[in-house]
């Protein structure tokens, strides 16, 4: 199973950008999909969760008025739409997986996860 994640860049405060996370090798149809990021001397956080088998959305505080998770059932892909960026957005962006639907108390955390893509980084310049 691999997880390949895209879309990261350089931009500016309040521009957007899409990341997307492609599955291959098994999918997640039943499973859960989510982004957390890192930026430089930080733990990793949690940022967005998606469950496939009810669509169900979870979003930390500091995105949910600006990033918007989906899903893409022929392309086997989850997506973060990222708008209003800002500085502190400013990151590496990591998608994760798990087999099965995660139960809301556990979908933010890091160590729920059985597969990890390899990041992606996400400049937000002021």
């Known amino acids: 199973v691999q997880l390949q994640a895209s879309g990261g860049g350089l931009v500016q405060a309040g521009a957007s950008l899409r990341l997307g996370c492609t599955a291959t090798?098994?999918?997640?149809?039943?499973?859960?999909m989510g982004w957390f990021r890192q930026a430089q001397g930080k733990e990793r956080e949690f940022v967005a969760a998606?469950?496939?088998?009810?669509?169900?959305?979870t979003y930390s505080d500091s995105v949910k008025d600006r990033f918007s998770i989906s899903r893409s059932y022929a392309e086997s892909t989850v997506y973060l739409q990222m708008n209003s960026l800002k500085p502190e957005d400013t990151a590496v962006y990591y998608c994760a997986a798990h087999p099965r639907g995660l139960i809301t108390s556990a979908i933010h955390l890091p160590r729920g996860y059985d597969y990890w893509g390899r990041g992606t980084q996400v400049t937000v310049s002021s």
């Open positions: 090798g098994s999918t997640f149809r039943s499973g859960t």
């Open positions: 998606l469950r496939w088998g009810d669509n169900r959305k």
